[in-house]
């Protein structure tokens, strides 16, 4: 999609020293990190602004797209990146000529980008894997091998030199225009510098390059212009209403403007959806106890779903006796139950790095498959299940569209309120628009969905997307299926708007202290080693 019109104006970097990486087991605490001062580089600096933003074409496929966990601005977004300075290489007719490259992460990427699976997903793209396609479980034997040979398959057909000094962390170092920055560097056999160039990852596996953030370059190939443009709510619920038509069906008419047939939308939606729900089981009958990482966090979904399944089978008699007793007495507890499964289940398969949907982010993945599972298990199992996946994800689509333009889905700038945040007020606009919801009461639904979520902070232990990440996953998504259904009993009259909520968190996040978002340097991320150590 079409990402900036306008040049922003940006500030030198502050560098202190870069480390380099070595390949292998994550450990985000192996090397030690400096906190850095508040407000030493302004949070406007890193915040794309709202003005500087053209996101009329975007399309509900770049909201949701197949990738890779852990993370999609530290995984998928890098994977892409490093993919396509590769092709830019072959572009250039400096592809034969490479003899070494070196990568160099900056900011966020460089902080919790151990823990997040960086370093990995840069090597899987400099050798021509893509996020959609790559076989997750090829990964960490590649990256063995890259290690150990000391060499690189570049664009999977040339072997290059590649050394742990190839692959820097600057760990103190934030790049002007976003804190998930990436500094691509091609050497040939004598070492000569033939191309330098930066990308970022700005969220949702989004990327730009640097000619893209100033304005040499167009960041699409080709044109595409939507049939109903909004940028806004106001102006979302005002299409719906002058042409008496839902969220989804706006959203649509906007995707076949793009050059897809409505059964092509619908195909490429439930497509999707089977990605989604595949993680979900996938997530809850996995026989890996341990995720990876070193925090030793257990996946818990599968014995969830045991529990829940065969209720019956459960060995231990008082945790029988416990389950019986809240069934009996919080009937529509077991509805949450099942909710909170779905979630876990797949962010314990974005953690273990397996196959997710984008939705709108690798951190908040679980909270829209989640809600869209109970919905078609639990609300209306009768229902024409292809019918509804598409109204669901089309409505939940456009309003994730509404924080992407104006505001942003990135922890690394705005905290976890652009995550999880984001991702439960789609899923219960989503989830609003199948009870029959209007589109002024779907945006009341996903306004509620951010309120109550604004202000959280990113702050994951050991840069791990597990705690708290996989539990917000779950909370997100009970706090969606209620948004929805208070939404459902509101006329619309609501003293903060959608708009209003958007504008809102994006202040916040700017004025949000830089350690708490997706550095690893605060909350949670410190007190718990320190709580771990004086056990």
Known sequence: ARMFARVLTTVGTRRIGCVPRSIGISSAMRYSTASLPIGALPPKELIKRREDIDLTNLSVFEMFSIGVGPSSSHTVGPMRAANAFTQRLTEKNLFEKTARVKTELFGSLALTGEGHGTPKAILMGLEGNLPDTIDPSIINHRVIDIRTKNLLKLGGNRDIEFNNSDLLLCKTEFLPFHSNGMRFTAYDKDNSVLDRHQFYSIGGGFILCDDQVTGHKEP????????????????????????????????????????????????????????????????????????????GVRRRAPAIFKMLDSPGKVVHEKLRA????MNRVEPAGQVMDWITLYAMAVNEENAAGGKVVTAPTNGAAGVIPAVLRYFLKWSNPESDKSQVITEYLLTAGAIGMLFKKG???????????????????????????????????CSVAAEIGMEHHLGMTCDPIGGLVQVPCIERNAMGSIKAVNAARLA????????????????????????????????????????????????
Do not use: F
């Open 488 to 535: 459902i009993h509101d006329d619309g009259s609501m003293v903060v708007s959608l708009d209003d909520v958007i504008e809102t968190m994006l202040r916040t996040g700017r004025e949000m202290s830089t350690s708490y978002k997706e550095t690893s340097q605060a909350g949670l991320a410190l007190r718990v080693p320190q709580a771990l150590v004086s056990c």
């Open 407 to 441: 505001a942003s889905i990135s922890a690394a700038e705005v905290g976890c309120q652009g995550e999880i945040g984001v991702a439960c007020s789609m899923a219960a606009a989503g989830l609003c628009g199948l009870y029959g919801g209007s589109p002024i009461q």
């Open 220 to 295: 699409i190939e080709e044109e595409r212009t939507p049939k109903y443009e909004y940028h806004t709510a106001k102006e979302l619920i005002a299409i719906c209403d002058e042409n008496n038509m839902s969220i989804a069906q706006v959203q649509m008419a906007n995707e076949i403007a793009y050059g897809r047939t409505e059964q092509e939308v619908i195909d490429g939606l439930d497509k999707i959806w089977a990605t989604m729900n595949g993680t979900i089981e996938r997530g809850m009958r996995s026989e890996e106890a341990i995720l990876p990482g070193g925090l």
């Open 322 to 325: 416990k389950l019986q007793t």
